[in-house]
């Protein structure tokens, strides 16, 4: 596989679930990031990894658990999420954190909170 | 934090037209990059231009930037059917995070 990939694609969870979503870089880029995109909304940084380690959490509840165990592979594990955390999540990686580095992105995961 | 804004928020032309979206931020930028998004999927990388740059093509996109009035837009010439997309602007500071605006919605009608 090349780029950017994340699974699942859709999930469905309940409040009390607890799930996980993966993404993996084949690119052999240095930094990964998490964003949520909802509706008619800019998209919203979450966490920023470089070198496996986090540089950026902006103030996201703590339901929301990141986790880079190497270079190329992130997760972002789900805990007793509410509706309105119902959106698209995005990763992305880039060769290095940089921002003029071009971010690659994985073609999301639809989730949606019942 | 500070937004990038996208105008218009939706657009609608003839396949074979030209299409025009701008994007105003707020702070001070390094570089400003524009990304497409086809519907529910990944946004894919389109151009970058560089805050000393005040023009630059890519085929058949064109981007413009003016610093001094914080705002660039972006060109699309001859469109196809196949540009039916969003299309997000996000400026980078000095800092390592890209600030996004909410995106332009662009139908080509064949």
């Known amino acids: 596989e090349t780029g950017v990939t994340q699974t699942p694609r859709h999930l469905v969870m309940g409040m009390t679930n607890k799930k996980s979503l993966k993404c993996e870089q084949h690119?052999?880029?240095?930094?990964m990031y998490w964003y949520k995109q909802s509706a008619k909304k800019p998209l919203e940084l979450m966490f920023v990894?470089?070198?496996?380690?986090?540089?950026e959490n902006n103030s996201v509840p703590s339901r929301f658990s990141p986790e880079c165990p190497n270079s190329s592979h992130l997760f972002l594990h789900l805990h007793t999420l509410q509706p309105e955390d119902s959106a698209l999540y995005l990763c992305?990686?880039?060769?290095?954190?940089?921002?003029?580095?071009?971010?690659?992105f994985g073609p999301g995961t639809r989730l949606t909170v019942l | 934090s500070q937004q990038g804004e996208e105008d218009p928020q939706a657009l609608s032309i003839q396949e074979g037209e030209n299409a025009t979206m701008n994007c105003s931020y707020k702070t001070s930028i390094n570089n400003l990059q524009w990304y497409r998004q086809n519907s529910g999927r990944g946004l894919v990388h389109l151009i970058l231009i560089r805050s000393n740059e005040r023009e630059k093509h890519s085929g058949r996109l064109r981007v413009t930037l003016d610093t001094s009035k914080k705002s660039s837009s972006l060109l699309i010439t001859a469109s196809r059917a196949a540009d039916t997309a969003s299309y997000f602007c996000?400026?980078?500071?000095?800092?390592?995070?890209?600030?996004w605006g909410a995106g332009t919605k662009l139908i080509i009608k064949p």
């Open positions: 996000a400026g980078g500071d000095s800092n390592y995070q890209l600030i």
């Open positions: 990894y470089s070198l496996e380690e986090r540089v």
């Open positions: 690119l052999g880029h240095n930094a």
């Open positions: 992305a990686s880039s060769q290095r954190l940089a921002i003029q580095n071009e971010q690659f």
